[in-house]
């Protein structure tokens, strides 16, 4: 059975830095997808990355591009989304969730960690 925990969350001020953990257990990476959603208060779950081994990792929303990284600890069988330069408008609570492939649609995927807060607020 794949289940994924999320990490990480927390307030943090305009311009401050957090790191996110997924850390997984029940499949591995070499045949599966980990992409990272969120969602703001009143809007919908949206796409902010996702890696595969075959694919390697697309950042979806132009707002985070440069600013979100991805990195893994295999060892740990932990994936880290690793947020910077983070603003408001970045609150959301963040989820990590597998499938086969990549995808930047939530309805692609079926397995999800329970998620965690993120608040960027001064």
């Known amino acids: 059975q794949l289940q994924l925990v999320e990490s990480g969350g927390g307030l943090v001020q305009p311009g401050g830095s957090l790191r996110l953990s997924c850390s997984y257990s029940?499949?591995?990476?070499?045949?599966?997808?980990i992409g990272w959603f969120r969602q703001a208060p009143g809007k919908e779950r949206e796409g902010v990355s996702c890696t595969s081994d075959s694919s390697g990792t697309t950042t979806y929303p132009d707002s985070v591009k440069g600013r979100f990284t991805i990195s893994r600890d295999n060892a740990k069988n932990t994936e880290y989304l690793q947020m910077n330069s983070l603003v408001p408008e970045d609150t959301a609570v963040y989820y990590c969730?597998?499938?086969?492939?990549?995808?930047?649609?939530?309805?692609?995927?079926?397995?999800w960690g329970q998620g965690t807060q993120v608040t960027v607020s001064s």
């Open positions: 969730a597998a499938d086969y492939l990549c995808s930047y649609y939530p309805t692609d995927f079926r397995s």
């Open positions: 029940g499949f591995t990476l070499r045949n599966y997808a």
